[in-house]
C-alpha cells in the first residue's frame, strides 16, 4: 500500500487540526498517528539524532523540532524514574505486593508530580509554519502528546504490576514467556546492579514487552430504540485499536483508556486505568463511567474479547495530580489525613455529570475505583465489578468522607494560605471540586442525602472566610448549601435492562464501527463485488488486508482467487506490503511471517517495485529475520540489487548499525547472517545444477577475457625487448 511516512501523516494532522471545528475526532486521531509515527522513527535512529531528522527529513522548524525532540526525550525520563523505582526491589523479593508497594511510594513522591505537570520549556517558534497546528497541540493542548504520555506511562507501570506481569517477568519465578520479556529483564538486572541504562533503552524494553500483554480497546455511548422508550443510553466495548504512546490503547473525542490488560494469572480477570495530568478532574467529563460500563456491557453481551462467560473487571484505578500538593497542604496547615480527604475529591467530583446521573449503578464505577493522588499517595481503595452484580457500594460512607473534606476545608485560613505560597492555593480548583462532590453524590445517591446534608454548616462557614467571601465563590457555595438543605431527592431511573433485541442491536453497531474503522472502502467491494477492486492509490483489498495484518480477510480473499502479483502505484505487490510493514513485538513478527506464507505462493516472489526492492529489501530494511527465513524458505532471491545497488544483506546491516532498541539490532543482526548465508549457499547450489553447455560457455567466455587481458601485455613485452 502507499507508504504513508511521517512527515506525510505529520503535514496531514497539522491540516486536520487546521480544521479542527469541522471534525475534532478525526483531528485528533490524525495527530495521534502522526505522534505514533514519530514515536517509531524515533526508535529506529541512532541516540542524539531525532531532532536532526525532524529538521532535514520531516521539514519541522528549529524550534519546533527542539520541542518534539524534549516532549519525548522528557516522557522517556519519567519512564526511567518509574523503573528505576521498581528496579529498588532484587529480583528475590519481586513479588506483586512488593513491586506495587515500590511504585505507590514513587507516585506518592512530590517530585513525581512535579515531573507530570513539566512542560518543555521553549520558545514558540513555529508561528506561520505549515507544521503550527501540529506542533501547538504537542506542546499545549490539554489532551495532547505533552503530559498525555507521561499519565499514560504511570498508569500502564502499575497496571503491568497491579496484573502479576511484572512478577512473572522481573521476579525470582524468571518464567519469562517471550524474547521481549527476557529483554526487559535484563535491562532491570543491569538497574539493579547499578549499571547505566539510557531513558531511550529503558523506554524501548518496556514499550515492546507492553505492547505484548496491554489489550487495545475502544468504547463508545449508543443510543438503542425500543417500543417502550426512544433511547437508551448504553456505553459498550467495540474492541477497535486506534493509539496510544506504545501503539495500542485507544483515543475518542471524549478521553482516553490509558490502560487495559489481562490479569496474568486469571485469564477471565481484567484491569483498567485511567490517567489525567489536569488537577481539575471534572474535565474527565463521563469518561470513566462510560467506559468502565461499557466494558461490563461488553462483557455481559460477551462481546470481543469477552466471547466465554464469567469475565469481570478486577480493578479499576485512576492517577491525576494531588489537588491539595504537599506545598498547598503545608500552606493551609492541613493534616495527612486532611490532605487525604481533600484529593480524594477529585474522584468524587466526577460523579457530577448529566449522563452518570441518568441511571442507577452506573456511578458505581466511580465508587469502585482506586484513586492516587500523585505527589501525595492513595486515597481510596477499589474493588471488583462484575457485570449485573447487585452491588452495595456503601455510598454513605463516601458521603461522610466528602463532608469531612469540606470541614477540612472550612477551616483554613484562606488568607494567610494565600500570603505564604503566593498564589491561590488552588482554592478555584479544590472549592469547585468539592461542590461538584456532593452535588454528584446527592444526585447520583439521594439515599446519602442525609449523610450529606451535614456539609450545610461547613459549607456557610467556608463562604465567609477571608479571601472567599464578596467572590463568586460565595455565591457558588451558598447555592451548594441551598440545595442540599431544601432540594428533596431527585429521583433516579433504574438501570436498564439489556432485552434480547438490545443485544442484537449492540452487536450490530459494533460490527458496523469495527467495519468502518478497519474495512476500507476497496475491502467491502471486493468481498461483495470485484474481488479485484482497487482504490485510487491502486491497492487491493489484499495490500490492505497485509498491511493490517489480518490473516483472515487475507486467507477469506485468496480463496476468492484475488490477483496476488497484481502491483499499486508505486509497484508494489501485497507481499511487498506485508514484507515491509513494521513489526516491533515478537507477536506481531510472527503474525507478520505467518501472512507472508500465506502471500508467498501466490506471489511472484522476486518482483521489484519503483525503487527496485523486492519483499525481502522490505523485510530486510525493518530488520525482520522472521520474515526474512519465510521468503528464502519459498524460494525468494537474496542476491539482487535495488536502484541503489544494495543487497537485502546491505539493508540489514545497515538498520543493526543505526537502530537503538537491544531487540530490534538482535533481530536485524539475524537477518544479515540469514541472508549472507542463504546468498552463499544459493550460489553454489546454482553452480552444482548448471547445464554442462552453459558451464562449457562460461568458461570460453572467460578464457576469452583473460586472452583479451593476456594479449596486450604481450605486445608490449615484445616492444621492450626489440
Not at 484562606?414 to 500570603?419: E, I, K, L, N, T
Not at 442484537?504 to 468481498?527: M, P
Not at 489484499?542 to 487475507?554: N, P
Request: hydrophobic residues 40%; charged residues 25%.
Amino acid at each position: 500500500m502507499a507508504k504513508r511516512t511521517p512527515k506525510s501523516l505529520v503535514h496531514q494532522a497539522s491540516l486536520a487540526l487546521s480544521r479542527v471545528d469541522a471534525d475534532h475526532d478525526r483531528a485528533e486521531t490524525a495527530a495521534w498517528h502522526a505522534c505514533r509515527a514519530l514515536d517509531e522513527l524515533r526508535d529506529e535512529l541512532p541516540e542524539g539524532t531525532f531532532e536532526d531528522h525532524l529538521r532535514e527529513q520531516v521539514g519541522m522548524s528549529y524550534s519546533g523540532a527542539k520541542m518534539v525532540s524534549e516532549v519525548f526525550a522528557d516522557r522517556d525520563d519519567f519512564l526511567h524514574s518509574s523503573a528505576q523505582a521498581v528496579a529498588l526491589v532484587p529480583e528475590a523479593q519481586a513479588t506483586t505486593a512488593r513491586l506495587q508497594k515500590a511504585h505507590e511510594a514513587h507516585l506518592a513522591d512530590p517530585a513525581t508530580r512535579t515531573a507530570l505537570s513539566r512542560s518543555p520549556r521553549t520558545n514558540h517558534g513555529w508561528e506561520g509554519d505549515s507544521m503550527a497546528p501540529l506542533l501547538d497541540w504537542i506542546h499545549g493542548a490539554e489532551n495532547g502528546l505533552t503530559k498525555t504520555v507521561k499519565g499514560e506511562a504511570i498508569a500502564r507501570m502499575d497496571l503491568y504490576i497491579r496484573s502479576g506481569w511484572a512478577e512473572k517477568d522481573l521476579g525470582p519465578a524468571g518464567e519469562c514467556e517471550t524474547h521481549n520479556a527476557g529483554s526487559l529483564r535484563d535491562v532491570f538486572q543491569k538497574l539493579r546492579s547499578g549499571e547505566t541504562v539510557s531513558p531511550h533503552e529503558m523506554k524501548a524494553s518496556l514499550d515492546a514487552r507492553w505492547q505484548e500483554v496491554f489489550v487495545p480497546v475502544r468504547v463508545d455511548k449508543v443510543h438503542l430504540h425500543d417500543q417502550r422508550h426512544d433511547k437508551t443510553a448504553v456505553a459498550f466495548e467495540s474492541g477497535v485499536p486506534t493509539f496510544s504512546m506504545d501503539g495500542k490503547g485507544m483515543t475518542e473525542a471524549g478521553g482516553r483508556i490509558d490502560g487495559f490488560i489481562r490479569d496474568a494469572r486469571d485469564p477471565k480477570a481484567w484491569h483498567m486505568a485511567f490517567a489525567s495530568t489536569s488537577e481539575d478532574s471534572r474535565k474527565q467529563g463521563d469518561q470513566m463511567t462510560r467506559h468502565v460500563g461499557g466494558v461490563l456491557t461488553g462483557m455481559a453481551i460477551s462481546a470481543p474479547p469477552w466471547e466465554e462467560g464469567g469475565h469481570r473487571i478486577a480493578s479499576v484505578s485512576y492517577y491525576a495530580p494531588a489537588i491539595a500538593s504537599e506545598s498547598r497542604a503545608k500552606a493551609m496547615d492541613l493534616t495527612s489525613k486532611q490532605q487525604e480527604a481533600i484529593n480524594r475529591l477529585a474522584l468524587y467530583a466526577q460523579l457530577d455529570d448529566p449522563y452518570v446521573r441518568q441511571h442507577q449503578g452506573v456511578g458505581d464505577a466511580v465508587l469502585a475505583t482506586t484513586h492516587y493522588a500523585i505527589g501525595a499517595g492513595r486515597t481510596t481503595t477499589g474493588r471488583e465489578l462484575v457485570p449485573q452484580e447487585q452491588r452495595d457500594m456503601s455510598p454513605a460512607h463516601h458521603a461522610r468522607q466528602a463532608v469531612d473534606a469540606v470541614k477540612a476545608l472550612a477551616n483554613v485560613d484562606w488568607d494567610r494560605a494565600f500570603r505564604n505560597t503566593g498564589e491561590k492555593s488552588g482554592r478555584e480548583i479544590i472549592i469547585p471540586l468539592a461542590q461538584s462532590a456532593l452535588d454528584g453524590l446527592a444526585k447520583h445517591y439521594p439515599d446519602a442525602l442525609a449523610e450529606l446534608k451535614k456539609a450545610v454548616p461547613h459549607l456557610k462557614r467556608l463562604s465567609g472566610a477571608d479571601g472567599i467571601a464578596h467572590t463568586g465563590l460565595e455565591r457558588d457555595l451558598l447555592g451548594t448549601a441551598a440545595g442540599l438543605k431544601h432540594v428533596p431527592a431527585s429521583k433516579i431511573q433504574n438501570t436498564p435492562t439489556l432485552t434480547d433485541d438490545h443485544v442484537g442491536q449492540l452487536k450490530r453497531h459494533i460490527a458496523i464501527a469495527n467495519a468502518r474503522d478497519t474495512v476500507k472502502g476497496v475491502v467491502h467491494e471486493a468481498l461483495h463485488k470485484n474481488v479485484d477492486a482497487q482504490d485510487e492509490e491502486g491497492n487491493t483489498a489484499l495490500h490492505v488486508a497485509a498491511g493490517e495484518r489480518d490473516l483472515q480477510l487475507t486467507q477469506k480473499l485468496l480463496s476468492r482467487r484475488i490477483d496476488a502479483t497484481a502491483q499499486n502505484a508505486e509497484g508494489q505487490s501485497a507481499l511487498h506490503v506485508a514484507a515491509g510493514t513494521s513489526a516491533r513485538t515478537a507477536r506481531a513478527q510472527n503474525d507478520q511471517a505467518q501472512l507472508v506464507a500465506l502471500l508467498a505462493p501466490h506471489s511472484a516472489l522476486d518482483t521489484q517495485d519503483q525503487d527496485g526492492n523486492t519483499a525481502m529489501h522490505l523485510a530486510a530494511a525493518k530488520g525482520l529475520d522472521r520474515t526474512v527465513g519465510e521468503l528464502l524458505r519459498h524460494g525468494a532471491d537474496p542476491s539482487l540489487r535495488n536502484q541503489q545497488g544494495e543487497k537485502p544483506v546491505d539493508l540489514a546491516r545497515g538498520y543493526a548499525r543505526q537502530v537503538s532498541s537491544p531487540t530490534l539490532r538482535l533481530s536485524a543482526d539475524r537477518s544479515a547472517m540469514t541472508l549472507e548465508i542463504a546468498e552463499q549457499q544459493r550460489a553454489m547450489v546454482m553452480a552444482q545444477f548448471k547445464h554442462p553447455a552453459q558451464m562449457k560457455a562460461e568458461r570460453e567466455t572467460q578464457g576469452r577475457a583473460v586472452d583479451r587481458d593476456v594479449a596486450p601485455a604481450q605486445e608490449r613485452g615484445r616492444r621492450v625487448r626489440y
